[in-house]
């Protein structure tokens, strides 16, 4: 084995972020290079649990294949060869319940992508920030906000939106709408509603809160798409203490995996903000 990386893996990874990231065991570098610790012979993930060797015993390598290149084993204890495989995974199971009419089971997702249901359910979490089911019901808002919309009832539009039955829909509507179904297809009619911009690592993130629950959360909008989406309701900035309680849990919420598709990267962030100010 030789101590100097190849021209190539020198250009393009930053040592000392690899190894701050490294000595933080961040999880989200996974996948964006391997650690070569020269006196094992051993490559690792980023976030592998194991103790530290000394900075000058390591060196960051693009991948594992340059790593086996160098003559590198794989460590046994964080498996750095299957983190390709358990993105695709994720990557699979999110395609799967976008195209899926209802929420899938946790075990339906495991099956398909070929993993046992407890470990994907830590996987996909990891990943993303939420579980499989979150992620889903997060997709089973978004669309039936849209299907009150476009929809001519509000019974069309629960199962168009994948609700089985109005109990849910409606339960769900209370918090994830911040108002009653009817309310909403009426422009927000009769109800007050508070919003802030929160800064995140993902960009501007508009929340916008009633007395009930959320009535919008997204990326890249402001008070005149909020107006433009209830255009009845009585829409005000938050107070500043509402500001406050949103501005941190938006600031503490963890980022999903950065490659992680960005769709998917900001519904998840969205609906762990949404959990957080929901449990507030």
């Given amino acids: ?142 669309r039936a906000a849209q299907a009150l919309a476009a929809e001519p009832s509000i019974t069309a539009a629960l199962y168009e939106a994948g609700y089985a039955a109005p109990s849910r829909f409606y339960a769900d509507s209370d918090q994830r709408l911040g108002m009653a179904p009817g309310q909403w297809r009426r422009g927000g009619e009769g109800v007050s509603v508070g919003w802030t911009i929160a800064p995140s690592p993902m960009g501007p993130l508009l929340v916008a809160t009633t007395d009930r629950g959320i009535a919008r959360i997204a990326f890249e909008e402001d008070e005149q798409a909020l107006v433009r989406s209830l255009p009845a309701a009585d829409i005000r900035p938050a107070d500043e203490p509402r500001r406050d309680q949103i501005t941190r849990i938006v600031t503490a919420t963890d980022i999903p995996d950065p490659q992680l598709a960005e769709p998917a990267r900001r519904t998840a962030f969205i609906e762990a903000v949404s959990r957080a100010l929901l449990g507030a």
Wanted: net charge positive; aromatic share 8%.
């Fill in 1 to 142: 084995m030789t101590d100097t990386p190849p021209a190539a893996a020198r250009d393009a990874i930053d040592e000392d972020a690899a190894w701050a990231a490294f000595a933080a065991r961040d999880r989200s570098s996974d996948g964006r290079f391997v650690v070569a610790v020269k006196t094992t012979g051993i490559y690792c993930r980023p976030s592998c649990a194991a103790r530290r060797p000394r900075r000058e015993h390591v060196r960051f390598l693009d991948n594992p294949q340059a790593a086996r290149a160098e003559g590198f084993r794989a460590c046994l204890r964080c498996l750095p060869d299957t983190v390709a495989r358990d993105r695709q995974a994720v990557a699979a199971a999110i395609a799967l319940i976008e195209a899926a009419d209802a929420p899938p089971s946790l075990e339906t997702l495991a099956a398909q992508v070929g993993y046992a249901p407890h470990h994907f359910h830590r996987l996909f979490k990891r990943a993303t920030g939420v579980t499989p089911a979150a992620y889903a019901r997060a997709r089973r808002s978004a």
